[in-house]
């Protein structure tokens, strides 16, 4: 059982013999003389469990357990109380004030073991519940009932029971650290810790610490000992985000940890076994990153054994209704708002509308609507980029077709190009025909008047030629063109 355990005790012999005895049972030992020094301790370093004594000198140890149990951050963590002249109401009054356990001195060493193992568990069962909830609730976030969101939870759920490590790409905003947490989940490590780290988040002379801690003074600034990452997912998951961030001095010792399972603190030769199920995710390419340096191959090899795929919106807008309604409900609830009703045309301009942030992009937009929108929500809610012209509405003698979603990124300027088609269809509204003769022949396809020849007749075309305009295929003027005419 990993834990790090702080005693508290005025008595020199008395820390030594627990120290003796909980390092034996593979747990990491602080202890300290004061209860001032205990906070400073629960300060600086992450603390599992506190053995402290009544009597010390200035603060007393039922004061220590009274400001633990005030600190947020600090409430979880489990207090044995350990007294050589306590009664009967010292006791109560501990356990009343949230002392997980009480013992008098002199200590039984098996007594001490049996208290600690069960302080720790429950401590690890309580952080269990409150992970599994988080988890539930991204899980839920995972909505989506299109073909390309079905294969994705098929991929999850084969990959989740197996001990294998998973590598999740695609572009910023599309739900990677959801499916992380998903495969956490369902997994036989859902019970353990779900621990995030965002390489890109760290500076480059810190990664090391953070992943593997360090020892005090291994560096200046290390006023005291840390414990990395890899320890602290321990039996869980470790979820490297943006390892492509990741600087290649510290990825030589991730590969190292995956495959020895071996780690070691910044400052420290001690080595120390680890059991932790890797995933990782970027929105890089890391295979061409390995081929032209900036990423180890080796490191990439061992990461990408099960790579898993997160789709940008863009492949699936069928979904886009679906996640509307959750955020709206999400977002309402959060403000103490009544549920809003949306009005259709307002889903037809978010199918219609490209979004380059994908999913966390559309998140934000319902998050501004539902805050500045009335009772409802409707067009003119709307930010200008999202709305479908007022104008192309109004010029339009039919009503707008079925929403067109971008197939093309928004920087693309070609006028000409169109979302692609397959093999042998029939030709894009408003285009010329792209059969292989009319490619290969060499009779110009002008006429010798210089003017373009009228386009091929479609169905969707109704609206008068004259009406068209020309502008990038993908911007979202281009889009709210072809969603007025065809």
Known sequence: MAGTVLVVDDEKNIRRTLRMVLEGDHLEVRDVERAEEALQVLTDEPIDLVITDIRLPGMSGIELLERIRKMASWTSIPVVVISGHATVGVAVDAIKLGATDFFEKPLDRDRVLVSVRNALRASRLEREVVALRSAAGAREEMVGESAVMRRLYSEVEKVAPTRGRVLITGESGTGKELIARAIHRMSPRHAGPFVKVNCAAIPAELVESELFGHEKGAFTGAVSRKRGHFEAAHGGTLFLDEIGDMPLAAQAKVLRALETGEVSRVGSDQVFTVDVRVLAATHRDLEREAREGRFREDLYFRLNVVPVRSPALREHPEDIPMLVGSFLREFCRENGMKPKPIVPAVLDALRGRGFPGNVRELKNLVERLVILSGDEITLD???????????????????????????????????????????????????????????????PSRRSTGTSPAPPRCSAWSAPTSTRRSVPWGSSARAEHLRAFG
């Open 381 to 443: 809610d709307l930010p200008e980029e999202s709305r479908l012209s007022r104008e192309a509405r109004e010029r339009s003698p039919i009503a707008a077709p079925e929403p067109v979603s971008a197939g093309r990124g928004e920087d693309d300027d070609d006028d000409d190009a169109g979302p692609p088609r397959a093999p042998g269809s029939a030709p894009r509204c408003g285009s010329t025909a792209t059969t292989p003769s009319a490619r290969t022949s060499s009779t």
